[in-house]
């Protein structure tokens, strides 16, 4: 491992640790360097662990709004998995990605080391 965040936090890692399918037009995978849409957001307000990655995206039907879950690293891919399965998520508004750079350099650097 390098000594450089690129050398772990890219874009084409991101997606192989999330297992996003590369040839899913909806997908728009980012990363947030700064980390500034972060601040202040929990996946799990009750034990405190920070956001990883937030997901945007729309849901067809009734109850039709946009949704914004946001996900630990731990449970991003399968959460994200179900996501894409969805058959009520609207295909033409896309499914908008983001992910905590800081996240991945200070939580998973050490466990790559280990």
């Known amino acids: 491992m390098g000594y450089y965040i690129y ?3 890219n874009i084409d890692r991101v997606r ?8 899913d037009d909806r997908i728009d995978l ?3 360097w700064d980390a500034s849409e972060f601040a202040d957001t929990w996946c799990d307000v009750h034990r405190h662990l ?3 990655v937030h997901v945007t995206y729309w849901r067809r039907g009734s109850d039709e709004a946009e949704q914004t879950p946001s996900f ?3 449970v991003a891919a399968e959460e994200i998995a179900e996501i ?3 058959a009520r998520v609207d295909d033409d508004a896309g499914i908008d990605i ?3 750079a800081w996240f991945l350099v ?3 650097q050490p466990q790559v080391a280990a």
């Open 7 to 9: 050398d772990y936090v």
């Open 16 to 23: 192989a640790d999330l297992k996003l399918p590369e040839d």
């Open 30 to 32: 980012d990363i947030d």
């Open 50 to 52: 920070p956001a990883a």
């Open 72 to 74: 630990s690293w731990g």
């Open 84 to 86: 894409l399965a969805d």
């Open 98 to 100: 983001k992910v905590n």
């Open 106 to 108: 200070y939580a998973l």
